[in-house]
């Protein structure tokens, strides 16, 4: 095997990226390791094992429980198909490549991978899909670009956009290609965001020029204060999500049988350059109808389901029904591995049902912005119908056990979804999986504790655990013990004792290497992508360490600017380390003229605060900024001091306080260790294929 020292270049995706002063904040946010795909066999990794009786056993009862027979979603997926793409290959304007669909054509050489789930197998097949195609006369997609789909649909005088991708290179590429079969010259003549996911309107800058926004030329919609939860959303618990993406997205794993086999919405998200064009017209009500470039559509909002703020679109005229991300091929997330608020599964189904009652007894079309379409009113009422249920079922049956006295702890082990859902392959875990969203909704309803006062203030796991290595006789009898349980197949059970081992001992190599060896075999075995890159991702660490190298320092000035100026304030208390604050005290005054905004903001008790809209009559210094200027110190290109210095900042009297405030403020670590024992170590020797030493993280949606 060849060596290939930059295998990874880490790639933000559906959630925006900020850098305030010079650090990197990316909220949910997949990144996926880039790259051509190893060849199909062997391991890419030298301590990697092949699957074991006990996973090839696992994955061959799941040839025989599902229901391979039904080739529907192959029909559907192949319909309309008018050209696919020449190039699998797009590259990004910086010279690197943005989108690779080369390293997953692995996945059709061979029917099974005894590595790969047949389930997620089957899917990652699926969105293999890579072209244009034609939904009905009037409607297009391009498929299998990005994460996401764009949609194209005529409107009078050119063609209305919904949501245009990640990055502005995928975007491009799909509208040319569109173009040069379809489009007949015509121009962009309005976008459609349907919700707040950099996959969603990241690209939007490789179709429309942003001046043709802001004159008025093109419309830009979306749902309302869009630009709200586009940037707040997760943003203050940004870098350890950056870090659990690693994880949920299998940053470090590359595209191969025993690695990273697709992310189940699609295959991967690209390494271009996002932007954001703001919204020029919102959607405010419940349901609005009006027109688009001449063409009618009636809008839904669907607050709080599968975004903060979503809206399904229903164009009559064409008795075609776009459901944004709230209705896909898989089940959702209701808790998201990489961190968010819990969503809301009851009304989630709630907006669907209502979907379903107000425009599915008459479409003739369902499309959204992944997978690919439902045709035929019957087929539409179905999968509607059953994704409702999917929904309603784990809000109901999550509670109904645990107003039983099943605890968060358990109920991932008791929750099954019914019968004949399992056996609707849209409604199969590709991106939620019933273990981790069942968990999800106790949490939303009841919090962490499953009321044992033993773990109402639990030790942490390190100071715990060395008394556990102690009462099982230590480190030996551990790992002999563990590594019996792993021959017998008992992965779960071995990943308890070993866990603790590593915990205790986070420099025991053996021990490590054992715990990634039962994590690989519980990885292999997974439906759900994101349990299998956790898994997965777990077991690299542990064997390679956390890789190093340098992270981007900027991020995309469109999303700066819609940073609110209180949520920067607000960012600035929890980067602040409050035990270097401890008897400091001080008020400020902040005024940013070009938009007339004032904020108080104070040092008190070791918590910095600030309420917007006031100002303090003894303030010990007033500092006088345009918003304009002030993003260049959020974006981290130009210091405060500096801005003090040249005039664009003005400050009142003792300026000595924001050396004082700067002195508190952290830089969070993007590699924070996870696994213990993994962080500085050395990355892998030169004669391993995926060596990492370097991660790029550009900004993200």
């Not at 996945?107 to 097949?125: A, G, M, T, V």
């Not at 072209?131 to 949609?151: A, H, K, M, N």
């Not at 997978?371 to 079922?393: F, K, M, S, T």
């Not at 008791?414 to 056996?423: G, I």
Request: net charge negative.
């Amino acid at each position: 095997m060849t060596t290939r020292r930059e295998f990874v270049q880490a790639l933000p995706a559906v959630g925006t990226a900020f850098a305030v002063g010079s650090h990197l904040m990316l909220e949910d946010s997949p990144a996926l390791a880039q790259g051509a795909a190893p060849p199909a066999t062997g391991h890419f990794h030298p301590k990697g094992k092949a699957p074991s009786k006990f996973t090839l056993d696992a994955l061959r009862r799941v040839r025989t429980e599902l229901p391979f027979d039904d080739t529907k979603d192959f029909e559907e997926q192949k319909k309309g198909l008018i050209a696919p793409m020449p190039d699998l290959k797009i590259m990004a304007d910086a010279g690197h490549v943005a989108w690779d669909m080369e390293r997953f054509q692995f996945l059709n050489s061979q029917e099974d991978f005894d590595s790969i789930h047949p389930s997620l197998l089957r899917q990652s097949k699926l969105n293999n899909n890579y072209g244009l195609y034609e939904v009905v006369p009037g409607i297009y997609q391009v498929r299998g670009f990005d994460l996401s789909d764009i949609s194209f649909v005529r409107g009078k005088t050119g063609w209305i956009v919904f949501d245009p991708l990640v990055t502005r290179e995928t975007a491009r590429a799909a509208w040319k290609l569109f173009q040069q079969h379809v489009g007949q010259g015509l121009p962009v003549s309005a976008v459609i965001y349907s919700h707040t996911h950099a996959d969603h309107w990241g690209g939007v800058q490789g179709i429309v020029d942003a001046a043709d926004v802001r004159s008025g030329k093109i419309p830009v919609i979306a749902p309302i204060d869009f630009m709200e939860f586009t940037v707040a959303e997760n943003v203050y618990a940004g870098n350890a999500m950056n870090r659990r993406l690693f994880y949920q997205y299998g940053v470090l794993l590359p595209a191969s049988p025993h690695g990273y086999v697709g992310q189940g919405l699609g295959q991967a998200v690209s390494a271009g350059s996002p932007g954001l064009i703001a919204p020029t017209r919102y959607v405010e009500k419940p349901i609005e109808e009006f027109e688009v470039d001449g063409v009618r559509m009636i809008f839904q909002n669907t607050p709080n389901t599968e975004a903060p703020r979503e809206m399904n679109t229903y164009i009559p005229d064409m008795k075609a029904l776009w459901m944004a991300e709230n209705v896909i091929a898989s089940l959702h997330n209701i808790y998201t591995l990489r961190g968010a608020q819990v969503r809301d599964p009851l009304n989630w189904s709630k907006y669907i049902s209502e979907a379903l009652h107000r425009f599915g007894q008459e479409a003739e079309v369902m499309f959204a912005s992944h997978h690919w379409p439902r045709w035929g009113n019957a087929r539409i009422q179905e999968v509607l119908r059953a994704q409702r249920d999917l929904y309603a079922h784990m809000n109901n049956q999550v509670l109904h056990l645990a107003n039983q006295g099943v605890t968060i702890n358990e109920v991932h082990n008791v929750y099954e979804l019914p019968k004949d859902l399992q056996r609707k392959w849209f409604c199969r875990g590709y991106h939620g999986s019933a273990q981790h969203n069942s968990r999800g909704v106790i949490q939303r309803y009841l919090g962490f504790w499953d009321c044992n006062p033993t773990t109402l203030i639990p030790l942490s796991p390190h100071d715990s655990a060395p008394l556990y290595v102690e009462m099982m006789g230590g480190a030996d009898k551990i790992l002999a013990r563990g590594r019996q349980l792993h021959d017998e197949g008992k992965y779960l059970l071995a990943s308890e004792i070993v866990n603790k081992l590593v915990q205790a001992e986070p420099q025991n190599s053996a021990a490590k290497d054992l715990l990634a060896d039962i994590f690989e075999q519980i990885g292999y075995q997974q439906e759900n992508p994101g349990l299998r890159n956790s898994f997965l991702a777990g077991a690299y660490e542990l064997r390679t360490g956390i890789p190093q190298g340098e992270t981007a320092k900027s991020s995309s000035p469109e999303v700066v600017r819609a940073m609110s100026t209180e949520l920067f304030l607000n960012f600035l208390g929890i980067r602040m380390d409050s035990r270097k604050a401890e008897g400091m005290r001080f008020t400020i005054n902040l005024i940013t003229p070009d938009n007339g905004e004032k904020f108080i903001v104070e040092l008190e008790n070791a918590t910095l605060t600030n309420i917007k809209g006031y100002l303090s009559n003894k303030p010990d210094l007033t500092l006088t900024i345009n918003r304009s200027d002030l993003e260049q110190t959020m974006t981290g290109q130009k210091s405060l001091e500096a801005q003090i210095a040249d005039g664009s900042a003005k400050v009142e009297g003792n300026a000595g306080i924001l050396k004082q405030l700067a002195s508190t403020m952290v830089e969070f670590d993007p590699r924070f260790e996870v696994m213990p024992g993994t962080k500085g170590r050395t990355v892998l020797a030169k004669e391993d294929p995926y060596e990492a030493d370097d991660i790029r993280l550009p900004i993200a949606e």
